[in-house]
């Protein structure tokens, strides 16, 4: 079986600090040796003759209008005078932070079909070498320095890159940050930059079309949850059951509020402690969830699926990337598919607890105010009996529907039978302006941060 030939390499090496307690050269002129080097690297990075041109200004003999072939951090080139400062820094930085170098190299073809030199540059100032840092343990990349330039004087077409720190940056496991005493950067860390290079040259062409459709299919399912939408999942249920729960919930919300001196508007899920009372509110949120999407035949349980199939699609691309490149173990790092199911599944969360306080709050007014009918809907019947009910002992669906009946349309005669029906009919005709205002407040808990999809 013929191997397939990678779309990306990457090779690295690395110059230990001067100062490094690792260093073992005992020479008297290493340290004059390793300055030089530096010198050496920007010279090679910015040579002329190996800065990439395109076709058409190869046979008409032009280069590019750039001084210096030299990317820096903000995706722009050096001139003439930050090429001598950039020098003189990494000469000083060189005392006590390790010096990484590293080659990209690529598929002519591969680039071509994909991507244009222009926009790979930016891509890689901006997007790559941030991610990347991050990746490898480096706490503040404005604490970093990283240069590259792209070459076109071999077969394939390479990226050279260096990156150093400007001062102690690496942040440990005791989360004490220090300078990064390894310098040989691991197999993972290859392996993630790879990927990073990947995704950004295809793009376009696949992974934003796959990204786009998962964020349309996320949104899609929040319009669900979302109370200004006639839809609103929550305000559609009808068991007794589930009814019960939502109300019990909310009644441990504000058990929680009380116990911590919370006062906001909103409440978020990730932000409820793990401790007894947390647990059962994340426990019983997570019980109304289920029921949400046990049903499959219902919308919900289908929008759900869609997403899932999305991101199972993100995955296989992302294993796909590490086929091409030959990688056998294939890396396990998919925080972009987590991060998205995570968005969703903390939006509904979210959307549970806020409207499970809410309607507590609301349920506990309308029994402290029974005589004003005007302030009764026949909802606020139900679920008043519902709450009622889930102190005592549990009860099917249909025992509950008679004990709401013998609670309200109780009586021997037709005069009698049901007294209170006309009254709740007028109290449905009848809501009145002060309940529209409480349920657009109510809205407002909903306007969640939404930057990221």
């Not at 260093?23 to 290493?30: E, L, M, R, S, V």
């Not at 480096?138 to 890159?161: A, E, G, Q, R, W």
Request: with cysteine; glycine share 2%; proline share 2%.
């Amino acid at each position: 079986m013929i191997k397939k030939s990678p779309n990306v390499i990457f090779k690295s090496q690395y110059c230990l600090a001067l100062n490094s307690v690792d260093n073992k050269f005992q020479k008297n002129n290493y340290k004059d040796e390793r300055l030089k080097d530096v010198e050496d690297m920007f010279d090679y990075f910015s040579n002329e003759k190996k800065k990439i041109v395109g076709m058409f200004e190869y046979y008409m003999g032009h280069t590019r209008g750039e001084d210096i072939n030299l990317v820096l951090e903000d995706g722009s080139y050096a001139s003439k005078e930050q090429l001598k400062k950039i020098k003189t820094n990494y000469k000083e930085y060189i005392k006590d932070s390790n010096l990484w170098k590293g080659i990209i190299s690529f598929n002519p073809e591969y680039l071509n079909e994909n991507i244009s030199i222009k926009t790979l540059e930016q891509k890689i100032a901006k997007e790559v070498m941030p991610q990347f840092l991050k990746y490898c343990g480096f706490k503040d990349i404005k604490n970093m320095s990283y240069v590259f330039s792209i070459h076109t004087n071999k077969k394939h077409p390479h990226i050279h890159l260096a990156f150093i720190e400007k001062k102690p940056n690496y942040l440990y496991c005791d989360k004490k940050v220090n300078y990064r005493r390894k310098g040989k950067i691991s197999i993972d860390e290859q392996r993630y930059l790879k990927r990073l290079v990947e995704l950004v040259i295809e793009r376009e062409k696949y992974y934003t079309p796959l990204l786009k459709k998962t964020n349309e299919d996320i949104d899609y399912l929040k319009s669900y949850f979302d109370p200004n939408d006639k839809n609103f999942a929550l305000k559609n249920v009808s068991e007794i059951f589930v009814e019960e729960k939502i109300l019990k919930l909310g009644e441990l919300l504000k058990e929680y509020r009380k116990n911590n001196n919370q006062s906001s508007k909103r409440i978020k899920y990730n932000s409820i402690k793990n401790n007894e009372l947390g647990k059962e509110i994340k426990s019983l949120t997570r019980d109304i969830k289920r029921y949400l999407f046990k049903d499959e035949t219902s919308i919900l349980y289908a929008s759900k699926k869609d997403i899932n199939n999305d991101l199972n699609k993100l995955n296989e691309f992302f294993d796909l990337l590490n086929e091409n490149n030959n990688i056998k173990d294939l890396v396990s790092d998919n925080s972009i598919v987590n991060k998205k199911q995570e968005y969703i599944d903390n939006y509904i969360y979210n959307s549970i607890v806020n409207h499970s306080l809410y309607k507590y709050e609301h349920i506990s007014m309308v029994v402290k105010n029974k005589n004003n009918i005007d302030k009764i809907t026949f909802e606020d019947l139900i679920q008043e009996v519902a709450y009622q009910n889930s102190k005592r002992n549990k009860y099917s669906d249909k025992q509950r529907r008679k004990i709401v009946l013998d609670n309200y349309f109780k009586g021997n005669s037709n005069m009698t039978k049901f007294p209170s029906k006309y009254k709740m009919e007028k109290a449905l005709k009848n809501i009145n302006y002060e309940m529209e205002k409480a349920s657009q407040e109510f809205s407002k808990l909903f306007n969640y941060d939404v930057k990221d999809k």
